[in-house]
C-alpha cells in the first residue's frame, strides 16, 4: 500500500497534516485539564474572575483545535484524493499500453473494479491514517500521560480496562477482516455478472434465458449484500459495546474517585479531567483499532492494483528507435518465416508465414474461421510480437521502430467495427485530430457512408452513442473503414471489415479504395471470408490452420490450390462466387 503512494501523494501534505494533527492533540489535551482548574480553583472557591479567565483559555483551545481538525481534514483529503487521481491515471496509461497478451490476463470487469473500488478504498484508509492513525497513539500517550498526572491510584483501572478492550478488538479483527477483504472480490464478481448481462442482453432475450440470468446476478448480488449486511452488523454491534466498557470505566473512575474525593486524596475537578481524559484513552484506542479493520480490506485492493502495475510488457521498446517515413509511396512489408503462439498456447497459432508486399499493392488473406487471419494482421502494428521469424517494415524489423511512431504507420479497422460516444467528426478524426471536414468526407465516400450520414440534418456533428449502437452493423463497419482512411497512412488493414456489407458495396467500395490516389501508394492488406472481397488483390496468401498453404492471383490459385478451390466451391454452392 505504501508503495502505491510513493511518489504519488506529496511528503509536504503529509508532514502537513502531521503538524495540524499535532496541534489539535495538544489543545484538545489541555481542555480538560482547565476543566479540573475552573473546578478546583474558581468553582470551589467561587472566583467568577478566574472562571472567566480559564474559560476563555478553554474557548481558545477548542477554537484551535476545530481549526487544526479542519486543516487535517482538508489536507488529508486532499492529499488523498490527488492519490486516486494519480492512480487511475496510472492503471488507465498501463492498460492503454499493455501488449493484448497482458490484457487477457486480468479481466475487463476487474480492471474497472480494481480503478474505481480498489481506487477508494485506499484513498479512505489514506484519510483515515492521515487522521487517526497518526492522532490517535499521540491522544493515547498524551492522554495516559496527563491522566496518570491527575491522579495515580485511578490510573490502575485501565489495567483492567485494557485487556478488556484489547480482548474485544480482538475478536472484532478475526471477525470483521476477512469479511472487509472479501468485499472486493465479491464486488469484482457482481461487476463481471452486471457487466456480461448488459453487453449480452440482447442473446439473453433472444435465447429466453432472462430468467436464468436474473438468477445469475441475483445469486452475485445476495453474495455481495450478505457480506456487506456481516459487515455492518459487526461494526453496529461493536460501537454500543465499546459504549459500554466507556460507561463502565466512568463508573469505576466515579466509584473510586468518589472515595478519594471523600477521603480528601483527590480534588473533584481532578476526578472530572479523568473522566475526559479516559475518554480520550479509550476512543484513541477504538480509532486505532478502526484503522486496522480499515487496512486489511485496503491492502487486499493495494495488492489487485499492484497486480496491474506489475504486468510486464512483453513489448520491447528499442531505446534507440529508427526513424519512420511515412510519405506516401516506396514502402515494402514483408513478413519472413514468421510463427506465432499466444500466450500459454501449446500450439503455435501461425507457422513460417512469408509474404512480401510493395506500395500500391494488395494483399488478400483468406481462410477458414480459426485459421489464423486476425492473428496475422495484429502483428503488424505489433499487438502481439512475432515468436520466431521477422517482421519488416520498409527493410526495418518492426521492433526497431518506436511503438506510437510505427502504430502511426498503419491504419488498422478490426474485426469488431467500435465506434465511441461523441460526434461523427470526432470518431474521425480519431487517427488524425486536425482532419478537415473535407478529408472527412472524402473518406465517408470512399467507405460508402455518404449516403446515411447526409441523412441526418446534422451531418457530421450527428451524435455517435456508446459503441456506436445507433448505427446498423453495416453502417458502422462503413464508419469505421472511413475512420481509418481519414488516417494517413503507409499500411491499411482491413480485418473482416466488409463482411456486414452487402455484394454491390463490398464492390463498389474496393473499386474507390483502388482509384483513391493516397491508396495507391499504399501498401493494403484485407482480410475475408469471401472470395469475391479479395478476388481482385494483386496477391492472395490462402491460410490454413495457420500455415500459408497458397499465395498468388485468384486466376493462379483457382487453377492450382486445392483449398482455395474449395472455399470457391462451398460459396459456389451458396451462389456467393464473384
Ligand atoms: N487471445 C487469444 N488467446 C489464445 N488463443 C487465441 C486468442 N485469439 C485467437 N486465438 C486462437 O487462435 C486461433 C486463430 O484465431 P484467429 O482469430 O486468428 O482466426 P481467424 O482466422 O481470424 O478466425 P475468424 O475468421 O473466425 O475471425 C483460433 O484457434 C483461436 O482460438
Avoid at 492533540?25 to 480559564?54: E, K, Q, R
Avoid at 514468421?338 to 512469408?354: C, F, G, K, S
Amino acid at each position: 500500500m505504501f508503495k502505491l503512494a510513493k511518489g504519488r501523494m506529496s511528503i509536504w501534505a503529509v508532514v502537513g497534516a502531521v503538524l495540524f494533527m499535532i496541534v489539535q492533540v495538544t489543545a484538545n489535551l489541555n481542555i480538560p485539564s482547565l476543566t479540573s482548574d475552573i473546578v478546583n480553583n474558581g468553582v470551589v472557591n467561587g472566583d467568577i474572575d478566574y472562571i472567566w479567565h480559564v474559560g476563555m483559555k478553554m474557548i481558545g483551545f477548542s477554537l484551535l483545535s476545530i481549526a487544526a481538525a479542519a486543516s487535517n481534514v482538508f489536507i488529508a483529503s486532499q492529499a488523498s484524493m490527488k492519490l486516486g487521481h494519480r492512480l487511475r491515471n496510472d492503471i488507465y496509461g498501463k492498460v492503454i499500453n499493455m501488449s493484448n497478451d497482458e490484457y487477457d490476463q486480468i479481466e475487463t470487469s476487474s480492471m474497472i473494479t480494481r480503478t474505481t473500488n480498489d481506487v477508494i478504498q485506499i484513498q479512505n484508509v489514506y484519510i483515515m491514517m492521515l487522521r487517526m492513525m497518526l492522532m490517535s497513539p499521540v491522544m493515547l500517550i498524551g492522554a495516559s500521560f496527563l491522566a496518570y498526572n491527575k491522579n495515580h491510584r485511578l490510573t490502575l483501572i485501565f489495567l483492567v480496562v485494557l485487556p478488556i478492550m484489547l480482548v474485544f478488538v480482538g475478536i472484532l479483527l478475526y471477525l470483521a477482516v476477512p469479511k472487509f477483504k472479501a468485499m472486493q472480490t465479491k464486488t469484482d464478481r457482481l461487476n463481471r455478472v452486471f457487466r456480461e448481462g448488459l453487453t449480452g442482453v440482447r442473446v439473453i432475450r433472444a435465447f429466453r434465458r432472462d430468467k436464468f440470468e436474473q438468477d445469475r446476478f441475483e445469486d452475485a448480488n445476495r453474495d455481495f449484500t450478505q457480506n456487506a449486511i456481516n459487515v455492518n452488523i459487526i461494526m453496529a454491534f461493536s460501537f454500543p459495546a465499546i459504549q459500554l466498557i466507556i460507561s463502565g470505566t466512568n463508573v469505576a473512575i466515579v466509584w473510586f474517585g468518589a472515595k478519594l474525593i471523600g477521603a480528601q486524596a483527590m480534588p473533584v475537578g481532578n476526578l472530572i479531567s479523568f473522566m475526559a481524559y479516559a475518554a480520550q484513552i479509550l476512543v484513541s484506542f477504538m480509532m486505532l483499532s478502526m484503522v486496522f479493520i480499515m487496512i486489511p480490506r485496503a491492502q487486499a485492493s493495494a495488492k489487485r492494483i499492484q497486480e496491474v502495475f506489475d504486468l510486464r510488457s512483453t513489448l520491447k521498446e528499442d531505446t534507440t528507435p529508427v526513424k519512420t517515413d511515412n510519405t506516401p509511396g516506396n514502402h515494402s512489408l514483408e513478413f519472413s518465416h514468421v510463427d506465432y503462439r499466444y500466450a500459454n498456447a501449446e500450439e503455435p497459432v501461425l507457422t513460417n508465414v512469408d509474404f512480401k508486399a510493395d506500395s500500391g499493392q494488395t494483399v488478400g488473406i483468406i481462410g477458414g474461421t480459426g485459421s489464423g487471419k486476425t492473428s496475422l494482421v495484429n502483428l503488424i502494428p505489433r499487438f502481439y510480437d512475432v515468436e520466431k521469424g521477422e517482421i519488416s517494415l520498409d527493410g526495418q524489423d518492426l521492433k526497431h521502430y518506436g511503438l506510437a511512431d510505427l502504430r502511426d504507420m498503419v491504419s488498422f479497422v478490426p474485426q469488431k467495427a467500435v465506434l465511441f460516444r461523441g460526434t461523427l467528426r470526432e470518431n474521425m478524426r480519431f487517427g488524425k485530430p486536425n482532419a478537415t471536414d473535407e478529408e472527412i468526407w472524402h473518406a465517408l465516400g470512399i467507405a460508402q457512408a455518404t449516403d446515411f450520414v447526409k441523412e441526418s440534418p446534422e451531418g457530421l456533428d450527428q451524435y455517435v452513442e456508446q459503441n456506436g449502437d445507433n448505427y446498423s452493423g453495416g453502417q458502422r463497419q462503413r464508419l469505421t473503414i472511413a475512420r481509418a482512411l481519414v488516417k494517413q497512412a503507409a499500411v491499411y488493414v482491413f480485418d473482416d471489415s466488409f463482411s456486414a456489407l452487402d455484394f454491390k458495396t463490398d464492390s463498389v467500395l474496393r473499386q474507390a479504395l483502388k482509384n483513391d490516389e493516397h491508396m495507391q501508394q499504399s501498401i493494403i492488406i484485407i482480410v475475408a471470408e469471401r472470395i469475391a472481397t479479395v478476388a481482385d488483390a494483386d496477391n492472395i496468401l490462402v491460410l490454413d490452420e495457420g500455415k500459408v498453404v497458397g499465395q498468388g492471383t485468384h486466376d493462379e490459385l483457382k487453377n492450382s490450390n486445392e483449398i482455395y478451390q474449395e472455399i470457391i466451391n462451398s460459396q459456389i454452392k451458396k451462389g456467393d462466387e464473384a
